[in-house]
Structure formats: structure tokens, C-alpha cells
């Protein structure tokens, strides 16, 4: 296949990430597999409750640490921007970096209540947004830039670095991003803001060195979805001719049942018979049928002579179509790292060590990406309202 090497920067642009983007979203959607190795990740990797989150700080009487744990899980209850808990932003923004291959976080405010002895007030509450990698983009007025001190909506600046002996080299080091606003105008100036890097947290895997955006978890097996979806719209429409064809007749004269109201006008059209005889021959036929139903009871066919009938019973998918199919579901799954067995669990049971094997196997990518990319979100949240927490505590206490 023809290819570069290149650094990481290059190997995808604008275009090229927002095509797999667009792809992907499709397979999201519409495909069951797809869904279900999204279901299984989530489930494994975010679970079903927020981690445990305790400070290290030394508390002789583990009193500050008991009210910090508290007062952290009020704030996830509704940490979103609208309201959402800590852990519905996790569940959506797990999907989205696999999906779209990155998700950005962005530490915020909203208006909020605080109990202050026995009155609430409105105050300026911490909160977390997150913004969809379509969003993330170089702006219009910057093309200029793309390539250069931008790269796909990264903002970058030249640092200059001193060399063991002596020389010095330049290299660029990530700002911030280039956010599209949904409220301003689209091609505008205004219409995007920069968020810094050192304030927000873009979730992706690397896969490169000094990669700037990430791709899409299920990239390995795009291929691979559109090629099961194209096997399985041929399929269901050959098995749907094949069961609309299922009966054959054979008839030595080439002519069919004479009851047959089109082949009876074609034939008229033709001169080879009149509708008086017709009319004649359809009577005995029916009067032939009765006879041998009276005589034999249930469902009885009759044909003239010289005519047979068969039944094809439909035969698809065959062996050689259904062994295809596991190869694909299988590539699927190892392109994913999600086992089989929980995926689309096939017809032949494998053996226990076997099944043990995959699990295993799958546990240690759970836990790897878990502590790859959201025990370090979790720790920057803790961080983010708690301090906001033990900065209200002194306003109130020096107040």
C-alpha cells in the first residue's frame, strides 16, 4: 500500500480525521456490534460508580478527610455545565474518545446555591463542560497557520531548547485549543475561543509520539464492519429471491395450469386457444381435484399430464458464507480488544481455559485504559472542587 513516514502530526489532517469521524459515528448507530463493544467498554472501564476518591493530606483526626470526601460527592452529583452527575460526563465521554477518537473537559462555572448557616445564597459553582472533538478545529481566519503553528484546532508555540553541547533547537509545545461556539456567529472571528492546555483535559489514546489528536478506537476495523454490512444486505436479498422461487414446475408442452389468468390471455392473444375451450378444461380440472379430495381428504394437487412440480427449500446462508461471517466477527473483536465470548458469543461454547484466557486478557485493556485516560480526569476534577471547596471554606472563615 502506498504510504509515508512521517511524524505524527502528519499522518492525519482535517479532512482525513473528520471522515473516519463521520464513518464511525454511522457504525455507532446502525451497527449492533459496534454498540455492544461500546456497551462492554463503558461498563468495564467507567463502571457503575464513581471510583473511591481520598485525600493523602495528613488529618491526625480524619476530619477533613471525611467532609472533602463528602463534599466532593455532592459536587459530582452535578458536576455537568447543565447539571449532569460525574459520572453520566464519564459514560458520554468514554463513547465519544472511542467513537470519535478524542473529548475534551473544560473546567467552568455556573450559578449555584451555597448554604451558608441557615441561608442559601447564589454563587459561582464549579462545573465541568465537554465539548465534542468536531468542535476542536483550526479557525477559518487562521488556515493561514494550519501546518505551521496550528495543527487540526491545536494551538502551538515556539520554544526554543538549550542541546548537551551547547546548540539550540526549536520545538513546539502545545497552548490550547480552538473551540467552534455554538452561539456565534459561524464565520466570524468571535466564533471560536482558545481554550489553554494546562486548564482542560483532552481524553484521547496515543498511539504515536508527540501525536497531536487522537483517532478512533474502532479504526483498525472499519473495514471490517463495512464488509459484514455488505454480506448481510446480499444475503437477506438472496435468501428473500430464493424463498419467493422456492416452487418449480416442468411441464413437457411448456404450458402451465390453464387456471393461470395471465398465461390464459397470452395464450388468447396468441390464437392458440379460445376462451369456450379454456373454460372447458379449467371445469375438468376443478372437478378432477374434487374427486381426488374426496376420495384422498386434505390438500390434493392435480396437473395435467406430462406436468411435475418441485420444492426448493432455501439453503442460505451456506457453510463457506457462515464461516466468513465468524472470521469478520472475530477480526472485529480482536481489532477492538473485546472479547468474543462477550461480544457475540459464537455457537460452539469454547473451552473454559480458553474463555478464561480472553477474559483475563480483556480485564488487563479495561484497567489499562481506565488508568490511562480517566484516573487522571478524576484526579484533575478532585483537584479542581476541592479547591474551589477549601477556597469558600476561608472566605467564609476569615468573613
Known sequence: LPSLVQDARFDQNFMTRREMMRRMRYYSQNSPLTKRALD??????IGTHLPHVTSLASDPGGEWKTAAETVFQEMCQEAGFNGEPLLDLMGVGHDCKKVDGDVLFIPTSRMGDLRVGKS??????????????????TPFHKWDQEGKTIIDGVQFRTVVQSLP???RQEQLQRVGYWIRNGAAPFENQDSWALIPADKSRLIFSMNRVAQVRGISDFYAVEQVLHKLEDML??????????????????????????????????????????AAGEANQGKLLEKMVEIYRRAYGGLVYAFKQGEKI????????????????DFLINSFCVGTKMPRTLVFPPSDKGQGTQVRAELDAADTGFSGEFHASWKPLVHFVWEYFMGWAVYRSEERRVG
Open 40 to 45: 462492554l467498554s463503558r461498563q468495564y472501564v
Open 120 to 137: 442559601v445564597i447564589k454563587v459561582p459553582k464549579p462545573c465541568l463542560q465537554m465539548i465534542e472533538a468536531h468542535r476542536i478545529e
Open 165 to 167: 553541547d551547547g546548540g
Open 233 to 274: 444486505l446480499l444475503e437477506m436479498k438472496a435468501q428473500a429471491t430464493q424463498s419467493e422461487r422456492a416452487v418449480g414446475v416442468e411441464n413437457a408442452s411448456g404450458e402451465f395450469n390453464p387456471l393461470d389468468p395471465k398465461l390464459s390471455a397470452i395464450r388468447r392473444a396468441m390464437g392458440k386457444a379460445d
Open 310 to 325: 418441485h420444492f426448493d427449500s432455501p439453503n442460505r446462508p451456506s457453510e463457506s458464507t457462515r464461516a466468513l461471517w
